[in-house]
């Protein structure tokens, strides 16, 4: 179906995205997955295209497109190479950066947006904690105001970026008795003393990004790293969640199409019994069936990409979005696999890494069960 979101800028900005990832970041993935992590060259070359500051005004060192059709564009071309991209280069310039952006003052946005647009400093957020992730109101890490300082105390776990990220914004309890109403946000520069990276973990995919953990023994921050006014933590990040549940849909969609176009090639050329298992009723049935579910929640997808560039997107619709689009990726993947028999289970095939990648996005950005929680909500239960 011919999509109608996007305009000739859009895909002009498409074409450039797709030439950098082909001439600077595919040679590398290899080498991306031996070490555990994205290096400096990739961010800082990310950044010379201008694609690390769509989100950033232009007087800070950004583009500030002012249309997120940019970002789903950028989104949709990184999920085509793998899933692992679009969620490290999300976390910084489509999930942390906002936060910067939207919540700071002009000297706090002099000291980190310029350098977050350049790849100069790479961010994470830090809201998951090994105690629990989906009810962030309960979060235990602490910051106790000492003068004009804050002490951060506490422990994160599974944070994309984190084994190399120059600033993690943290969600901390500033005052214990107000739960949901006691959290605010810091941003932490991870060469203070007391801050350290615990174990990059090892993932069942993704092996291209540094998901860590991370330690906060006594870091003394600021009063000027306090992101947004004392105690709105929570509220805020409800209010930007959205938009990383937006971004996350768009990229499960992706990934899913594009392995999904892989797979129908795969069957073409595939022989079985003297002939393309193409050709046999049941993979037709089943391919007809898949393209037909990508297709089906492109639409919704994309009048979720509209609705957000005109700032009308609700969280219930990108709850929505996020647990449909991951469910249907996972659901397609599975059958891309079993398309590809025994191959599909070899690691040297895309289709079987892209399988192992997807897992989790049932899981993160909000499991789909908290997406639920919300939609039933919505509906007064
Ligand atoms: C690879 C990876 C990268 C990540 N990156 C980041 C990051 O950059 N920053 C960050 O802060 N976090 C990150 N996360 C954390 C992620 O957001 C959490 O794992 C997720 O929110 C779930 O939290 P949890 O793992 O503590 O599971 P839990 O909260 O312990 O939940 C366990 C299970 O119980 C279910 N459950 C919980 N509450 C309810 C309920 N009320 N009703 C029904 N079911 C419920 C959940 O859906 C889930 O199935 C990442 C996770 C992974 C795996």
Known sequence: MK???????????????????????????????EHHGLDRDFWLAAGRQGFLGLEIPEEFGGS???????????????????????SCVGIHADITVPYLVHLTDDEQKARWLPKAATGELVTAIGMTEPGGGSDLANLRTTAVRDGDDW????????????GSADLVLVAARTSPEKKAKGISLFAV????DGFSVGRVLDKVGQDESDTAELAFDGVRVSGAD???????????????????????????????????EETIQYAKDRQAFGQPIGSFQNTQFLLADLVTRIDVTE????????????????????????????????????????????YGFMNEYRV?????????TKIWAGSNEIMKMLIGRDLGL
């Open 299 to 342: 639409a919704f997808v994309d009048q979720c990409v509209l609705a957000h560039t005109k700032s009308e997107l609700t969280p219930v619709d990108a709850a929505k979005a996020k647990w449909w689009t991951s469910q249907v990726q996972n659901d397609v993947l599975d059958h891309c696999v079993q398309v590809h028999g025994g």
């Open 3 to 33: 999509r109608e979101i996007y305009d000739e800028d859009h895909e002009a900005f498409r074409a450039s995205v797709r030439q950098f990832l082909d001439r600077e970041v595919t040679p590398h993935l290899e080498t991306y997955a």
């Open 189 to 192: 520069d991870t060469t203070l």
């Open 64 to 86: 500030e497109a002012g249309d997120y059709r940019f970002n789903a564009v950028l989104t949709e071309e990184l999920a085509k190479v793998n899933m692992t991209l679009p």
């Open 151 to 162: 002490i951060i105390s506490g422990s994160k776990t599974f944070i994309t970026n984190g």
């Open 352 to 360: 079987a890494r892209a399988w192992r990648d997807a897992r989790v």
């Open 226 to 260: 306090l992101v947004g006014p004392l105690d709105t933590g929570f509220i805020s990040m409800m209010q930007f969640l959205p938009q990383e549940r937006l971004g996350s849909a768009i990229t499960n969609l992706a990934h899913a199409k594009q392995i999904l």
